[in-house]
C-alpha cells in the first residue's frame, strides 16, 4: 500500500509478503504425480473405472481411449449399461445387484460397444464402495479386453465338435482306451460293435 506523509506526499510503500515456496513444490510434485498417473493409465492395458450406485460412470481412465476408442470424457456420466450388449445387459445387472446385496467382489464377461458401434469381450472385476455407514456408494471396476481369448475358445469349440462329429459318423470302430482297458472314447461304430448302449460308452472295460 501507499505512505503519504501528512501533506499527503507519496513517500513510500509498504508489503506484506510471505514464503511460498513449500506451496509451489507441493503444486509442483502434485503436477509431476498427475502427469505420471495420466501417463501410465493412457498406455495400460486395462480399464480403471469409478461409478455410482446407480452404475453411471463418474471416472473411466484414459486406456479406454486405446481400448475401446472412446474418450473418457464420452462416457463419464454415462450408465455402463448404456454399452453392454443387449443380451448381457440382464447378466451384468444381476453382478451388480449381487455385489451389492453380498457385498463381494463380482466378476463377469461380457460384450461392450466400441467406439466404432462393434462389440469386445471384456472381463470385469467390480468391487463395491461403501461410505461410513457402510451403504454401497458405487463400484471400481477393473476391464481388459478377452475378444482374442473368446475367439480362441470359439474356434476350439467348434473344432472340437466337427471332430466329433467326424468320429461318431465314421462306419469304422474308433476308440481310446487308458492303460486299464477303459474307454475313454468309443463312437456309434464302435459301441455297436461291442454290443454297448449309448450310457455304457465310456467308462467302462473293453
Request: charged share 30%; with cysteine.
Amino acid at each position: 500500500s501507499v505512505i503519504k506523509d501528512f501533506r499527503g506526499k507519496i513517500i513510500g510503500v509498504s508489503s506484506i509478503g510471505r514464503d511460498i515456496t513449500h506451496e509451489k513444490k507441493v503444486k509442483a510434485a502434485l503436477a509431476k504425480s498427475e502427469a505420471q498417473l495420466n501417463m501410465v493409465t493412457s498406455n495400460m492395458a486395462d480399464i480403471i473405472s469409478q461409478s455410482s450406485s446407480d452404475g453411471s460412470y463418474i471416472y473411466v481412465s484414459p486406456s479406454i481411449k486405446q481400448v475401446m476408442g472412446y474418450e473418457p470424457q464420452e462416457v463419464i456420466g454415462k450408465s455402463i449399461l448404456d454399452f453392454i450388449h443387449p443380451d448381457d445387459v440382464e447378466y451384468v445387472s444381476s453382478c451388480m445387484m449381487r455385489a451389492v446385496n453380498e457385498g463381494t467382489i463380482q466378476s463377469s464377461q461380457h460384450r461392450h460397444r466400441t467406439a466404432d458401434g462393434s462389440y469386445i469381450w471384456i472381463e470385469t472385476l467390480g468391487t463395491p464402495l461403501y461410505n461410513r455407514k457402510k451403504d454401497t456408494v458405487g463400484f471400481v471396476c477393473n476391464s481388459r479386453d478377452i475378444t482374442q481369448q473368446k475367439n480362441m475358445e470359439d474356434a476350439l469349440r467348434e473344432s472340437e465338435e466337427k471332430y466329433r462329429s467326424l468320429i461318431e459318423s465314421a462306419k469304422d470302430v474308433i476308440a481310446v482306451m487308458d492303460y486299464n482297458g477303459i474307454f475313454l472314447l468309443i463312437n456309434k461304430a464302435g459301441a455297436k460293435r461291442f454290443n454297448r448302449s449309448e450310457e455304457r460308452r465310456v467308462g467302462k472295460e473293453c
